[in-house]
């Protein structure tokens, strides 16, 4: 009998995936093959409190304190390094690890060469979550745009993509709606770790051109991940989360972005910003939002139970009515695609309540939902054609996409 038991157990463990329990970021890979390539330069990084090795230790930290590197300049993105400063608000320079941390938020959005000077090699260690709104990105371009302008080698040192990196939804930027919060020509949900948005980048030509017209590219390479597949989702990898904004504290509300974002931008409905919860609830005091979500498509990642809750900032917060609605949970499995849901639920609602969606009431969120969407379609579709076929339109962008994609794949 024990040795049948003990049979069972490896015949079991053996149909496990057990290297999906222990990914190791970039750092990790640098450190455990790649320090001596780092040796005598002059280390300059690109990272903020998300930026950390499997032990969960500042990427920042590490180098800084090396026996054998030299870190010489920290740059931090959108919320400052340690990831606390709101949106939009500009972020001042300071000193971390006795090393002076520069913001790339705000006025100077690009390394000047006289920065750059102060560096050999520029590392990146952000932990993006794979939604192309995020600043995240746009600050990665920026930063690369000026390596290849003034000969400078870039490391991007990989890290997941919290959504998988098999899920692609959306429609693709288009030239006239490039803009910080979409850089690049890709779908909302693009499926790509940062250093293969990185490679897509640098390879596609999207970095601009030289002075006689030629292709502007950055030397770059992108230090791998231990351990990672495409299917997997954050919570496949035994990582921890860090916040990477003060909206994003969490792993659920990094899906939640994914999935209200867009609907956020609109200002219509609450999507429980001022919440202990940030994109984890959907409702309003004056509108009946239960029965909205049971009456979209069903979505086998995303759980919705009816709540009451009131935000203490923000919309609806100060007044005497809660907001009557869900609380929003995610799976850890299932089909996500977050941006065709949210659409869902915005031409649901548009034509629940017209009134929502009248010019005057929304004319000032327009011009950024126009940014974040990449189009003027979708809004167009809002406003004149609540019949508008939005999934035909996502769905010919996100083939074009996963076509073009292919050859910049660093994953299984």
């Known amino acids: 009998m024990k040795k049948f038991l003990l049979f069972m157990f490896i015949v079991i463990c053996s149909q496990l995936d057990l290297s999906a329990f222990n990914t190791l970021p970039g750092i990790d890979v640098l450190l455990k093959y790649h320090t001596t390539m780092l040796k005598g330069k002059r280390l300059g990084l690109l990272s903020n409190n998300s930026g950390r090795n499997a032990d969960g230790k500042l990427t920042a930290d590490i180098l800084a304190t090396h026996p054998e590197l030299n870190l010489s300049v920290i740059f931090a993105p959108e919320h400052g390094f340690y990831t606390s400063v709101a949106a939009g608000k500009d972020v001042s320079n300071e000193k971390l690890f006795n090393t002076p941390v520069i913001s790339l938020y705000g006025r100077l959005k690009k390394p000047t060469k006289e920065i750059l000077d102060k560096c050999d090699i520029l590392l990146v260690d952000l932990q993006d979550v794979g939604v192309r709104s995020y600043t995240y990105i746009s600050t990665l371009y920026y930063v690369m745009q000026a390596c290849a302008e003034h000969s400078k080698q870039l490391i991007v040192l990989d890290r997941p993509n919290p959504l998988n990196g098999e899920n692609v939804d959306g429609n693709i930027v288009e030239e006239a709606f490039s803009s910080f919060v979409s850089i690049v020509p890709v779908p909302y949900i693009h499926g790509l770790t ?14 601009g051109k030289k002075a006689d017209g030629s292709p502007l590219f950055c030397d770059m390479s992108v230090i791998k991940m231990e351990n990672w597949k495409r299917s997997y989702y954050w919570e496949d990898t035994d990582l921890h989360w860090f916040p990477t904004s003060p909206y994003v504290p969490t792993l659920d509300a990094a899906k939640g972005l994914a999935y209200l974002g867009v609907l956020g931008e609109l200002g219509v409905v609450s999507i429980g910003i001022g919440t202990n919860r940030p ?8 509108l009946n939002c239960v029965g909205l979500v049971d009456e979209l498509p069903t979505n086998s990642i995303i759980r919705a139970e009816p709540v009451e809750y009131s935000p203490i900032y923000g919309m609806y917060s100060g007044i005497s009515k809660p907001c009557l609605g869900y609380i929003i949970f995610f799976e850890s499995d299932g089909e996500f695609k977050p941006y065709t849901a949210c659409m869902d ?9 017209p009134n929502l969606f009248k010019y005057s009431e929304i004319k000032g969120k327009i011009p950024m939902f126009k940014k974040v969407t990449g189009t003027a379609k979708i809004m167009a579709g809002i406003l004149d054609n609540p019949s508008f076929d939005y999934k035909s339109f996502i769905e010919k962008d996100v083939q074009e996409f996963k076509e073009k994609r292919k050859k910049y794949l660093l994953y299984d």
């Open 279 to 286: 994109f984890g609830y959907l409702g309003d005091p004056y």
């Open 194 to 207: 940062i250093g293969e948005i990185a490679y897509m980048i640098n390879n596609e030509g999207w970095l």
């Open 345 to 353: 639920i915005i031409f649901k609602l548009r034509r629940k309540n």
